[in-house]
Nanobody, 115 residues
């Protein structure tokens, strides 16, 4: 089992910034990749950003150039720096720890961007 604890969500005005953190109970290098997903009301959960154990990153087109995913292996923590936030970024953001045998999810943290 892997426990993931997210933090850093909140209410921010459009154009503002937030930094999400995801602390894992297991060595994050044991996961081929970790990601941040988001789910807006009435919509399916979607991948926002992902980072591999080697440090390669992937971003959804909707967040490219505004969001940055990073990791601190010593702290077993993954971050999502979100800049130039838009109202359409409003969602619950979930941290994901992928393994070949299971997916682990955090409880989610709410991000609300007001116009």
């Amino acid at each position: 089992q892997v426990q993931l604890v997210e933090s850093g969500g909140g209410l921010v005005q459009a154009g503002g910034s937030l930094r999400l953190s995801c602390a894992a109970s297991r060595n994050i290098l044991s996961s081929p990749y970790m990601g941040w997903y988001r789910q807006a009301p009435g919509k399916q959960r979607e991948l926002a950003a992902r980072i591999t154990s080697g440090g390669s990153t992937y971003y959804a087109d909707s967040v490219k150039g505004r969001f940055t995913i990073s990791r601190d292996n010593a702290k077993n923590t993954v971050y999502l720096q979100m800049n130039s936030l838009k109202p359409e970024d409003t969602a619950v953001y979930y941290c994901n720890y992928y393994t070949f045998t299971a997916d682990y999810w955090g409880q989610g943290t709410q991000v609300t961007v007001s116009s």
